[in-house]
C-alpha cells in the first residue's frame, strides 16, 4: 500500500484484511512524504523543546493565579461566589485541554509533518497517567480520540471561564442592585455564550454519524465538514473575546483619575482576559 495516508483508509474494512497486510498498512506513513524525501519515524524533526516550554509556562501561570485567588476568596475576603465555582470547573477542563497536548508532545511531537508519523501512531497514540509510584505512565490509546475530545473539552473550559468572567465583571461595575446597560450587555452575552458553546460541544460530540466514526476511520457513515465547525468556534471565540475587553472600558475611562491610572487599570482587566 506504497503512498498510503490516513486519508485513504476512511471507510475501508481494516478487519477483513490478512494480519500481514495489516501490518504493513500500519507501518506505512500517515501521509506520503514529497518526493525524493524519506521518512523519519524515528527521530523526526520537531519543536517539543519550545512548544513544551510555553505549555508549562501556561500551566504555572494558571496554576499560580487559581491559587492565589482561592487564596484571597478563601482566606481574605472569606466570600465565595457563582463565577469561583466557574472558574474552578474552568481549571478542571483547562487540565484536560494540558492532558490532551502532553500526549500529543510525548508520542507525536509538536510541528512534526505527518509523513514522519506511523500510520499505526495516528491511531494508536499515547495516554499519560499518574500513580504515586510511578509519576507518568504511557499506555495504549487512540490519538484520534484525544483529537475528537479537544474541541469539546476546550469549548467547556471557555463556555465556564468567560461566564466567570462576565460575572466578575458585573460584580466590578455594577453596584448591587443596579440593572443598567452593562449589567444587560453581560447577562446577554452570557446567555449568548453559553448557548454557541454548547452547540459547540454538541456539534464536536455528534460530528459525524455513527458517533464512532469520528476516532475510528474504518467504520462506514458520514461527517460534517471539521473545519467549518472548528472555524466557526474560532470566529465566536474572538468576537467574545473582544466584547469582553471592550466592554469595561468606558466605565473605566469615564473615572475620574489621571490619564496614566486609566491606562493601567485598563492594561490590568485586558491581561484578566488573556
Known amino acids: 500500500m506504497s503512498g498510503s495516508s490516513v486519508s485513504s483508509l476512511v471507510g475501508f474494512d ?37 512548544a513544551g516550554a510555553v505549555v508549562f509556562l501556561g500551566i504555572a ?22 463565577e469561583d465555582y466557574l472558574g474552578l470547573a474552568a481549571f478542571v477542563f483547562y487540565v484536560g485541554l494540558m492532558w490532551g497536548i502532553i500526549s500529543l508532545m510525548i508520542k507525536v511531537g509538536f510541528f512534526v509533518d ?12 499515547a495516554k499519560v497517567s499518574f500513580t504515586p509510584r510511578s509519576p ?13 475530545a479537544y474541541p469539546s473539552i476546550y469549548s ?18 455594577v453596584p448591587t442592585g443596579t440593572r443598567n446597560w452593562f449589567f444587560w450587555s453581560t447577562r446577554v452575552l452570557i446567555v449568548a455564550n453559553t448557548l454557541i458553546y454548547l452547540a459547540a460541544i454538541l456539534a464536536g460530540t455528534f460530528l459525524c454519524k455513527p458517533v464512532r466514526k469520528s476516532w475510528d476511520f474504518f467504520v462506514p457513515g458520514t461527517c460534517l465538514d471539521r473545519q467549518s465547525v472548528h472555524g466557526s468556534v474560532v470566529c465566536f471565540n474572538l468576537a467574545i473575546d473582544l466584547f469582553i475587553l471592550v466592554l469595561p472600558q468606558k466605565v473605566i475611562w469615564s473615572l475620574k483619575m489621571t490619564l496614566p491610572r486609566k491606562i493601567g487599570v485598563s492594561f ?3 491581561l484578566g482576559l488573556m
Open 14 to 50: 481494516f478487519d477483513s484484511l490478512p494480519p500481514i497486510l495489516q501490518e504493513y498498512i500500519l507501518n506505512q506513513p500517515a501521509r506520503p512524504p514529497p518526493p525524493g524525501v524519506t521518512s523519519n519515524f524515528v527521530d523526526p524533526p520537531n519543536k517539543n523543546r519550545t
Open 61 to 82: 501561570l494558571v496554576t499560580i493565579c487559581g491559587l492565589l485567588r482561592v487564596y484571597t476568596r478563601g482566606f481574605v475576603t472569606r466570600t465565595v461566589k457563582i
Open 114 to 125: 505527518q509523513y514522519n508519523v506511523q500510520v499505526r501512531t495516528f491511531l494508536f497514540a
Open 136 to 148: 507518568i505512565i504511557i499506555t495504549p490509546c487512540q490519538l484520534v480520540q484525544v483529537v475528537y
Open 156 to 173: 467547556a473550559t471557555m463556555l465556564l471561564a468567560k461566564n466567570a468572567i462576565l460575572l466578575e465583571w458585573g460584580n466590578i461595575f
Open 268 to 270: 490590568i482587566f485586558s
